[in-house]
Each structure stands twice: as C-alpha cells, then as structure tokens.
C-alpha cells in the first residue's frame, strides 16, 4: 500500500491534448516532488513544492506546469507534448531535507 | 555528469546468503544517503537511510554502511529472499530537497 496517490496509472494522449496528472498525499509532508523516470534509468527531479511553494524547477521545459492547490494535493499539466515526454511520472512527498521522500506508484505516460 | 554511480547493473545471489549493493559518489557536500527498492510497476520504495555524521545504519535485516573517506556507501541485505528481488537505487542529497538517484543495481535472489 502507498501512501501517496497518483492518479491516472495510464495515460496516453496526443501531441496536441492537455491533460493533468494528479497526486495527493495525506502524511501531513510539507514538501511535495514531481519525478520523470525512463526506462532503465533512474528517477529525475522535475519540481519541488516547499509550504505550497515552488521552491525547485529543475529547467523542465513549459509544456509541463506544475500546481499546488493545497498542502495534500499535487498536480502537473500537461500540454503540446512530444513522444520524447513519454515516461513514468512519480510523485513524492517528505517532512523536507534530509527525509525519506515517499513515492506514489507513478502515471505510465504514452504520447502518440 | 553523473554524481551517484552503482557499478553493478545487477547482481545474483542465492536466498539465505548476504547481498552487497554498492554505490560510489563524487559530491564530498552530499550529506544523507538513501536505498529504495523498485519493482516493475511500482514507484521506488523508501528502505534505510544514513546521515553523514554516522558510518552504520541498521533496520532490521537491512544495514547501511557509509565510508566518507572513500566517497562509497553499501547495502547489506541478510538474509537475502525471493522477496527481495527488485532493483535498488542509492540516493544522496546535500542538506536540501534534491534527491540525486543513482543509476540501480538489479538484484535476483534464486532458491
């Protein structure tokens, strides 16, 4: 069982869609990630939320925008992506620097 | 520029015995170390961590080992079970959010 909850599982979606990944956590963390995995390599920051902050953009590129509506709850939008994008999107959450972070089971992303 | 390495892109041990995971950094500033756990379709899992002001972490049947000197931790796992077959990716960061993984060690633990 994870404690972090992200939704959908799979997500497939043209070129020219806009859709949104959803993550919520309710462990009372205060600091909120979005990761992108490809396959056999690990996991890449994207963003950190500190406090409902964005306090991290790791120069991702604008077609993704994050959004933190509220402590518990983490989105990323998603708009005019390209095949490259096509990866597992993982979020996670922490009490902050120098804690575990926790992982949600991911969103299998496929851009067609 | 790869900052975490793991070496050993897999590793094979048979169940009962000790599994080694090793992970070699190059950042001296990194100060808290991490292993998860990874099976397909699952995001990673937290297992044991390590601050840098210690050498040795212990949970259970996990115990990670931290050599600042030689920029090198290890994962001992013991004893090793089917269960435990998964890929394991270390992790450091430097007092702030960032988590840098490296890049997984596949481990097959057999009967």
């Known amino acids: 069982d994870t404690e972090v909850t992200q939704t959908p599982k799979h997500l497939v979606m043209g070129m020219t869609n806009k859709k949104s990944l959803k993550c919520e956590q309710h462990?009372?963390?205060?600091?909120m990630y979005w990761y992108k995995q490809k396959a056999k390599k690990p996991p890449e920051l994207m963003f950190v939320?500190?406090?409902?902050?964005?306090?991290i953009n790791e120069s991702v590129p604008s077609r993704f925008s994050p959004e933190c509506p509220n402590s518990s709850l983490l989105n990323l939008h998603l708009h005019a992506l390209q095949p490259e994008d096509s990866a597992l999107y993982l979020c996670?959450?922490?009490?902050?620097?120098?804690?575990?972070?926790?992982f949600g089971d991911g969103t299998r992303l496929s851009i067609l | 520029d790869q900052q975490v390495k793991q070496n050993s892109p897999s590793l094979s041990v048979q169940e009962g015995r000790i599994s080694i995971l090793n992970c070699d950094y190059t950042?001296?500033?990194?100060?808290?170390f991490l292993w998860y756990k990874k099976y397909p379709a699952e995001g990673p899992t937290f297992l044991i961590s390590?601050?840098?002001?210690?050498d040795k972490n212990e949970d259970g049947r996990f115990t990670v080992f931290l050599n600042k000197s030689a920029k090198h931790l290890s994962l001992h796992i013991v004893p090793s079970q089917p269960g435990d077959s998964a890929v394991y990716f270390c992790?450091?960061?430097?007092?702030?959010?960032?988590?840098?993984f490296g890049t997984g060690t596949r481990l097959q633990v057999f009967p």
């Open positions: 462990m009372g963390h205060r600091a």
């Open positions: 992790a450091a960061s430097e007092n702030t959010d960032k988590l840098i």
């Open positions: 390590i601050s840098s002001i210690k």
């Open positions: 950042n001296s500033m990194f100060d808290y």
């Open positions: 996670a959450s922490s009490h902050g620097p120098n804690q575990p972070q926790h």
């Open positions: 939320y500190s406090y409902e902050k964005l306090s």
